[in-house]
């Protein structure tokens, strides 16, 4: 091979590294890529079964896996110990003005602790049941507090986002799939 | 107000960056005198700028000045001090004004230091340093400016990520960093010598100290951080595979390889293209290893500091430094022209394979730690490579760089006979054959062979100094003679090789560790290979900013009192994080392991660890950073060599007459 193209391998090799890394930091911040995300196994299937109780600051009492049909729901696990939860907490009262029906899950919290944490930071959720022991957690195998899932009508899970949810996000990824599967 | 002053102290850095990174490159293109010779004042008035900047932030931390949003954000009253001076680098925007500084400071080493270097030379060292950081203090004043101030100032801070509160970790980040950084220079030299399209034995001389001091830092920077998880993470484990693990790594195969390829530069004027991109390549890596890990990009255990947003920011930035001395790389290398040959069996020819094979793996631990993401990027595919992938394709590279590193030493330059070479190695291959066949016996056969491979190092490093100084061929005295008329860069050498020797000896040994999970009651005893661990007690304790339970454990070996350890497992009320603490009992020989897990029945659960050699793996990193530095105080690096001078004189007389004119 020609001496000076052979010289200019490792530049072409940086540009397209270089690209590549611009595209990943791209769509990471527009939610459609994230490097670090182990795929949830329960997108495209069915809600586990669970049935949760009520939380003293829900509005309409506990829910169950039954309850999430008829509409697309977005699901919120969250807890008052969660610092990253209180990130988001802003975000998700947006999601509330905006119309979007938001179930929460108080998962392994204190009564009181919610309580405190609502009364600080707003109730964005239409319902809240409490999963004291982290069960459906386990069902729902996330890996942490706060996480956030797309149920569609048929009560299949069609998105999900771990972390707290950056307004971004809400504006982007999950409104476009809202108004998919609405 | 010392805030302030910090934050004034950092305008003024990226002030005089600017100015260092245009006037001595201006002025050694168009020849100007009094800019050539401006640049040292830039440099160490740069130098000061940060210094100050970053005293002030330490200034800040120390006196818990929680009106400072960084100080507010990982500060806490009730830290001990040396983490209060460890907690300005351990978070994102101390790290990269720490970062900042220790450039500077490269550059006012070359200043001071580089008073025999040719002052066109120097010039464009200096400001290809200002350019390739002057960026970076943008980004720290515009984009991670830790002098923000916050109001109303809270009660308190909310605390350092407790796994980071740690003594060994305290001092990682500064040694990591000038190993990263110290990488600058050798890549400021290469840019520098495109720039004047001339390279020759002095550069390579001038060259090599500064590689082999960063190359120091680095082991130990390296070294350090797999101590500090085999005992704070509390695995047992010592090397992860990790992304930022591998970001370390690569700068440090790629440095180990430009090390000798800097040898033959200087002493055949060979390689010089090759070197030039390794000088390069090895500083990107490292510039890449601090920043992707801090872009988000790439993310792990290990990672404390992430923001897309300020990704593009320092993408951007990489992209100049990197892409723009690679494009000028290729434009301007064909001009360098090599004038030493040498046949495929000799000194450089060992020094090429060496490069070959640590290039290799380099480049396939840069694949296993970029092809994830690429695959995701592109085919939408989720895979994790780890450790299986890169234990099984570095190993069989390994293994030859492991075969030939005792044999290039005893080489002859230019050309040389390999028959006569391993007659001369004869005892080192028999003792290696003779230990590995021995640990082969009742053992795996990869320890076995890593076994070998150690001793094959460091007899085949002790048998480059006894055939220098023909022991037994000639009369003790004389031999003893000779020793002392060695150069230091020889026993550098030695060292250097044996230490890795000892590193994979450790290696070898860790993987014969024993392990065990068990629930033990206080009063019980449990058995793990040939050691007896009775938990006497459990009990709460309390630390400055921590609760803490622990357990004590004692051990003994057929009824002999071994060793009490005491792990404790840490609960901190302010992050509401919960570190185990594990106690090691080491006799450098094997090391005993405990940690504390939950408690439950009335009992608790300790994992137990028999690591045998597993200090050596830190120890010969250690041996090998004391060779380096043992080859830095060799007397040809301090001391002119003629060429040098003579190269010096017609460069400055080259500048007088640019000056003329």
């Known amino acids: ?182 | 107000m010392i805030p302030e002053l910090g934050h004034f102290a950092l305008a003024l850095a990226v002030a005089i960056g600017f100015a260092q990174g245009i006037f001595p490159l201006w002025g050694a293109w168009r020849r100007d005198a009094r800019l050539i010779q401006a640049a040292p004042a830039i440099a160490i008035g740069q130098f000061i700028a940060l210094g100050t900047a970053y005293a002030c932030l330490t200034w800040s931390n120390v006196v818990d000045d929680f009106s400072v949003l960084n100080v507010a954000e990982n500060g806490h009253s009730l830290k001990p001090l040396i983490y209060k001076i460890s907690g300005t680098w351990g978070n994102h925007e101390g790290s990269i004004l720490l970062w900042c500084l220790i450039i500077s400071l490269c550059g006012a080493a070359v200043a001071v230091a580089g008073g025999n270097l040719p002052s066109s030379l120097r010039a464009r060292v200096l400001g290809v340093l200002g350019l390739s950081s002057v960026g970076f203090q943008l980004f720290a004043l515009i984009e991670s400016n830790p002098f923000v101030r916050l109001w109303p100032p809270p009660m308190d801070g909310r605390d350092m990520n407790p796994l980071l509160q740690d003594p060994g970790l305290a001092i990682h980040p500064p040694i990591l960093y000038i190993g990263y950084v110290g990488f600058a220079v050798p890549f400021a030299f290469a840019v520098a010598a495109l720039l004047e399209g001339r390279i020759d034995a002095a550069w390579g001389r001038w060259v090599r100290p500064w590689t082999l001091a960063a190359w120091c830092f680095l082991t130990c920077g390296i070294a350090l951080g797999s101590w500090w998880a085999y005992y704070e993470l509390g695995w047992g484990g010592y090397w992860f595979w990790d992304p930022v693990e591998n970001a370390s790594l690569l700068p440090w195969l790629t440095g180990t390889a430009l090390l000798h390829s800097a040898i033959v530069v200087e002493k055949r004027e060979a390689l010089k293209t090759w070197t030039v991109l390794l000088a390069i390549g090895t500083f990107s890596l490292s510039l890449s290893g601090t920043f992707l890990v801090r872009s988000g990009i790439l993310n792990s255990v290990h990672s404390f500091a992430n923001d897309p947003a300020r990704g593009v920011f320092i993408l951007a930035l990489l992209g100049l430094v990197i892409g723009g001395s690679l494009l000028l790389f290729a434009l301007r290398a064909p001009v360098l022209a090599a004038s030493g040959v040498f046949a495929p069996i000799s000194r450089e020819g060992g020094l090429v394979l060496n490069n070959i094979l640590l290039c290799s793996i380099a480049a396939v631990v840069m694949t296993g730690t970029t092809y994830p993401l690429f695959a995701d990027l592109l085919l939408g595919e989720k895979l994790s490579v780890g450790g299986p992938f890169f234990n099984s394709t570095v190993l069989p590279l390994a293994v030859p760089v492991f075969a030939a590193m005792s044999v290039g030493p005893v080489l002859s330059w230019k050309r040389a006979d390999l028959g006569s070479a391993l007659i001369r190695l004869w005892w080192a291959l028999l003792l290696a054959l003779a230990v590995g066949g021995y640990a082969a016996i009742g053992m795996k056969i990869l320890p076995a062979l890593a076994f070998g491979a150690a001793v094959w190092l460091i007899a085949g490093a002790a048998a480059e100094v006894i055939e220098r100084v023909r022991l037994f061929r000639v009369p003790l005295g004389d031999s003893l003679a000779r020793l002392r008329g060695l150069p230091r860069s020889t026993f550098g050498t030695t060292l250097g090789h044996a230490g890795l020797g000892v590193t994979i000896a450790g290696i070898a040994g860790m993987s014969l560790a024993s392990e065990a999970i068990v629930l033990v009651k206080p009063g019980a005893a449990t058995h793990l290979a040939g050691y007896d661990w009775k938990l006497i007690e459990l009990h709460d304790g309390a630390g400055p900013n921590y609760d803490a339970r622990v357990a004590t454990i004692e051990i003994s070996r057929n009824g002999a009192l071994v060793a009490v350890l005491a792990p404790e497992r840490r609960q901190f009320p302010v992050q509401n994080i919960t570190t185990t603490e594990a106690k090691i009992a080491t006799n450098l020989v094997r090391d005993l392991y405990a940690v504390l897990g939950d408690e439950r029945d009335g009992g608790a659960v300790l994992r137990l660890h028999v690591n045998p050699l597993a200090p050596w793996i830190w120890l010969g990193a250690g041996v090998m950073a004391l060779g380096g530095l043992l080859s830095l105080t060799d007397r040809r690096l301090r001391v002119g060599a003629p060429l040098r001078r003579a190269g010096q004189a017609a460069a400055k007389s080259a500048a007088k007459m640019g000056a003329k004119a």
Not at chain 1, 29 to 47: A, C
Not at chain 1, 58 to 68: C, E
Not at chain 1, 94 to 106: F, M, N, R
């Open chain 1, 1 to 182: 091979m020609n001496r000076r193209v052979l010289l200019l391998v490792p530049f072409a090799a940086t540009v397209v590294a270089g690209g590549g890394f611009l595209a990943m930091l791209k769509r990471e911040q527009e939610g459609t890529f994230d490097p670090r995300g182990v795929p949830s196994m329960l997108i495209g299937k069915r809600v586990p079964p669970f049935a949760l109780p009520a939380d003293a600051g829900s509005l309409a009492g506990g829910f169950s896996d039954t309850d999430l049909t008829g509409r697309p729901i977005v699901v919120n696990f969250f807890a008052s110990w969660c610092v990253p939860c209180m990130e988001e907490a802003e975000v998700l009262m947006g999601l509330k003005q905006a119309g979007v029906p938001l179930y929460g899950i108080a998962y392994k919290d204190k009564q009181a602790g919610t309580a405190a944490f609502l009364a600080k930071h707003g109730n964005p959720y239409a319902r809240i049941g409490r999963d004291d022991a982290g069960l459906t957690g386990i069902d729902w195998g996330i890996t942490g507090v706060p996480e956030t899932y797309l149920v569609d009508k048929t009560g299949v899970v069609r998105w999900r986002f771990v972390g707290p949810l950056p307004a971004e996000v809400a504006a982007g990824d999950l409104k476009r799939q809202l108004q998919a599967y609405a």
